[in-house]
């Protein structure tokens, strides 16, 4: 694997200076045509499995945020390559979803064609910047052949009775013409565009995820996760051990069943709240309560979820006049209802314990809701409380259970709750089943259709009225897959729930064996394809199944996923869940499919703020400003009105580029008009103007320069704000490495740059296995500058620099390779090895300590005796003046790490 077939590029005549505009292209070009990085397993080879997560393609293209996790990939890949291992490094396209549609409906186009166009401007922009992947696996979620293995996977849910319908409250966009996750709903509009959201009840197809929630959350400990990831997954699933308790309900054999952790407090429950959706509420609401209720209801209907349990934090409710009754006491509880209680989270009913809970708390105190205090630090009560309570303690006020530590009152009341049938102890779980279809045009058929009653002679394609019978849905053949979408003119949403494809008549419907049957309406969300995609990877070209045995063995678990923080819920969640439902059924033989995954900081945008007044005069970033929402807090939402803090006047926000900006006295100035502007760092976007495109830094610097800059700027997983002058450090990096190498060379290699060559080679190796891309570039420069220096540029140290720096600037590292006379690619070229012994410096610098604090440091022979230490240490000026005129009364010597004079 050390060459590849084809004609070696020629290299530039030497002297000349580095030129990326003609030595890139050249290599990818050498790239393409030779199969350089077509993956292969060699038996008795290890393997790495190194994956990004794949982009939506959209119409902007890729800005500079983009590519710092792929350089990150490419790098480890490129490096593994060197040291022997096989690797697969794919890529494709996420290419289905809201995103794609609502482009291609504000751009007048099919979403078929601007896919596909968008795809072509990411891959032209992804080879432009030299990343190695194999890219005879390409794939996009769009097409057939990856289309038929969704809906296959669909069908094994849908088998295993984890996909069914039920009719649950959605958050439905008239405008958008769908559903829309929690998620996707901010202060009761859409986050993609702003529309209205309004609470329905609707016909969804879900996902049984919750099934395996004890399984996700379990596994989680064999995963090298991010740490913070790892806790949003695990709360996302939101396992807790407690009790159900049922209230009952006067006059009625109904109950009112709520979840605790805290059975202990039961005695101190003053009031119950239901969710607004609760469906006992229209019956316990009183004729003299109606009106209240009823507007309460419908105000809470426009909410999401999120919007819901995000403002949990002020609890708001109304009496609805009725009342439960006490399990054990037999009191009547008043009821409410509050809409930080939701109906689809586990029972929709919360039991209200002011005396123990902070929020209960102040509700109570609120609305002037009793207090009754159950629990308290010592075996006596407190008395009036002036606060919630909610630490463990002994239980007071609770009838025969007084006076049990909390953990006993816990069990005391479960069993009792048992003995009477009115609760038992309970598992609940945040984690709710995935609502997994969408109203929309643009995503994977579901492979469902359904039984059609026509009336006699009826032919539902010319409008027939049908009564589609949803309670008996049918499979799809897996012979018949893929279903494709048909090829609507007119894909727009619309106001009917059914979506788009219901439109389409003939395809909607169809017969089979001379009887009528209906398509479902409804497709996948973004999130299906996404799923599995690293799987079939795999086996992309196989039309039999969707990977092979052989394939999977060879390459599975990926072991490196690189992708943004913001998909550490529901995207990784969905694809562990999908990959346990494979497990179950021997389709794959690891029960987690990420090994260790790394969330890339995101790359800000730079701007600089000024402001405008009503007269147009322009004032300086740095000027005091209110925002007219007086809860908003710092940062203040920029995009907003603001006003003078000085005057009160409306000022308009403005915003110049850095290319506008010029530097004087430490301050930044508008050029055109002078006015001071203040750099503000932020997620990159049009409206600000710092959007970077990376085809203007190729142009401008190059690849390999794009590349080292992004992985210079700081750790990895670090948050960083671009700023295009910077880039010239690295290209002047670049460019000392293209001088020193083009150089006459020499066979001989002195002692010292001996030395600093294995240091050197040892330190890059394990930035590179640590993902330290910073700490690899700064030991490439120090090195590169030392050699630099020298007369004569020894051979060794040039080829081996060479080699190092390739993972990085692989078109350089290329172009020099060639030049010093190789004739194959170095992609496969072995790693450098680094003599430890030559890592070890000869002198070493150690603290002086006398009793106990520094005083100096001592530069020693790494063989020195502790006499030596000693003598060198008392000739110190700095330790002198401690040690003079006393006695040493003991001295404490690590060789190597530590010398501790003890005087007295």
Not at 284 to 289: E, G, H, S, V, Y
Not at 359 to 377: H, L, N
Not at 688 to 710: K, S
Request: overall charge negative; proline content about 6%; some cysteine.
């Amino acid at each position: 694997m050390s060459a590849e077939e084809g004609q070696f590029p020629q290299n530039t005549a030497r002297g000349e200076r580095y030129d990326h505009a003609e030595v890139e292209p050249k290599w990818q070009r050498y790239w393409e045509d030779n199969g350089t990085f077509a993956a292969r397993r060699t038996a008795g080879r290890p393997k790495r499995y190194l994956l990004d997560m794949f982009p939506y393609p959209s119409g902007a293209g890729l800005h500079v945020g983009h590519p710092e996790g792929y350089t990150a990939t490419d790098i480890v890949a490129r490096f593994e390559r060197m040291r022997g291992v096989d690797v697969l490094h794919p890529m494709g396209w996420d290419a289905f979803g809201l995103p794609a549609e609502q482009y291609a409906i504000q751009t007048g186009t099919h979403p078929a064609k601007t896919t596909n166009e968008n795809i072509g401007t990411f891959r032209r922009q992804l080879k432009s910047l030299g990343f190695s992947y194999d890219w005879s696996r390409e794939l996009a979620t769009t097409d057939d052949a990856y289309v038929r293995w969704t809906q296959w996977i669909f069908l094994l849910l849908f088998e295993r009775k984890l996909a069914y319908q039920d009719e649950i409250p959605v958050n439905w966009c008239p405008a958008l013409g769908t559903v829309l996750a929690n998620e996707e709903v901010i202060d009761g509009k859409s986050e993609r565009g702003g529309h209205p959201v309004v609470r329905t009840p609707l016909r969804q197809w879900m996902l049984r995820i919750t099934a395996y929630a004890d399984r996700l959350l379990e596994d989680l400990a064999e995963l090298d996760w991010p740490e913070g990831t790892v806790t949003m997954q695990r709360e996302w699933i939101g396992r807790s051990e407690g009790a159900e308790i049922d209230f009952g309900i006067e006059g009625s054999d109904e109950k009112i069943s709520v979840f605790t952790t805290r059975p202990d407090t039961l005695f101190g429950v003053t009031f119950m709240v239901l969710a607004p959706e609760h469906p006992l509420v229209a019956k316990l609401t009183t004729a003299d309560r109606r009106a209240d209720v009823d507007a309460y209801v419908k105000a809470a209907a426009s909410k999401s979820d999120r919007d819901r349990l995000t403002h949990a934090k002020t609890k708001t409710g109304v009496p609805i006049g009725g009342h439960c009754i006490h399990p054990l006491t037999g009191a009547k509880i008043p009821v409410w209802i509050g809409d930080y209680v939701i109906g689809s989270y586990g029972t929709g009913a919360v039991m209200g314990v002011p005396g123990h809970d902070e929020r209960d708390f102040e509700f109570a105190k609120q609305y002037k809701v009793p207090i009754v205090e159950v629990v308290s630090p010592t075996k006596s009560p407190v008395g009036e409380l002036s606060a919630a309570f909610v630490d463990d303690g002994f239980s007071v006020n609770s009838g025969d259970f007084s006076g049990l530590t909390t953990p006993d009152c816990k069990r005391a009341i479960v069993e009792k709750l048992e003995g009477a049938n009115n609760g038992k102890k309970r598992t609940s779980y945040k984690l709710r089943d995935w609502v997994f279809s969408r109203q929309r045009y643009w995503g994977e058929p579901i492979p469902i259709y359904f039984p059609v009653e026509l009336p006699e002679g009826g032919n539902p394609q010319q409008g027939a009225k049908a009564v589609i019978r949803f309670d008996q849905p049918i499979a799809v053949e897996a012979s018949e897959l893929p279903i494709r979408l048909p090829n609507l003119a007119d894909y727009r949403p619309g106001d009917d729930p059914a979506g788009p494809l219901a439109r389409a008549l003939d395809w909607r419907f169809f017969q089979k064996d001379g009887k009528w049957y209906a398509r479902e309406t409804n497709t996948m969300p973004q999130w299906a394809g996404s799923c599995w995609y690293y799987l079939r990877f795999l086996d992309p070209k196989n039309d039999k199944e969707a990977w092979s045995k052989e394939a999977y063995d060879a390459w599975m678990p990926v072991d490196l996923y690189v992708g943004g923080g913001e998909h550490a819920v529901l995207h990784l969640l969905y694809a562990r869940f999908w990959h346990k439902v494979l497990w179950d059924r021997g389709f794959v033989k690891d029960k987690e499919p990420f090994k260790k995954l790394v969330h890339q900081g995101m790359i800000l945008g730079t701007s600089f703020r000024y402001f405008e007044n009503a007269a147009g005069a322009v004032l300086p970033g740095d000027t005091a400003v209110v925002d007219e929402n007086p809860s908003h807090t710092a940062p203040i939402p920029w995009e907003a009105p603001v006003f003078s803090a000085a005057n009160g006047e409306p000022l308009k926000v403005c915003w110049a580029k850095e290319a506008e900006v010029e530097l004087r006295d430490g301050a930044a100035f508008h050029r055109a008009n002078g006015v001071k502007v203040i750099l503000v760092a932020d997620k990159m976007s049009k409206s600000r103007g710092n959007v970077v495109n990376p085809d203007d830094i190729v142009r401008d610097h190059g690849a390999d320069a794009l590349r080292m800059y992004e992985m210079f700027m700081g750790p990895l997983e670090a948050v960083k704000p671009w700023q295009s002058s910077q880039i010239q450090g690295v290209v002047r990096f670049r460019d000392r490495v293209w001088a020193t190498c083009t150089r006459p060379l020499v066979d001989s290699i002195d002692d010292e740059t001996k030395r600093l060559l294995h240091k050197t080679v040892q330190k890059v190796e394990k930035a590179y296995e640590t993902l330290s891309f910073n700490t690899a570039i700064s030991t490439l420069m120090i090195f590169t500058n030392h050699l630099a220096g020298l007369k004569e540029i020894p051979r060794e140290a040039a080829e081996k620099l060479v080699l190092m720096v390739s993972p990085l600037a692989p078109h350089i590292g290329e172009e020099l390779w060639s030049r010093l006379g190789h004739k194959t690619s170095l992609a496969y070229e072995p790693w450098p090895k680094f003599d430890p012994a030559l890592t070890i410096d000869d002198v070493i610098e150690m603290p002086v300590q006398v009793n106990g604090k520094v005083r100096g440091h001592v530069t020693l022979s790494r063989t020195a005796t502790q006499d030596d230490a000693v003598k060198t240490a008392l000739a110190v000026e700095s330790v002198k003046p401690f040690t003079d005129g006393k006695t040493i009364k003991k001295v404490v010597f690590v060789a190597g790490r530590i010398l501790n004079l003890v005087v007295g």
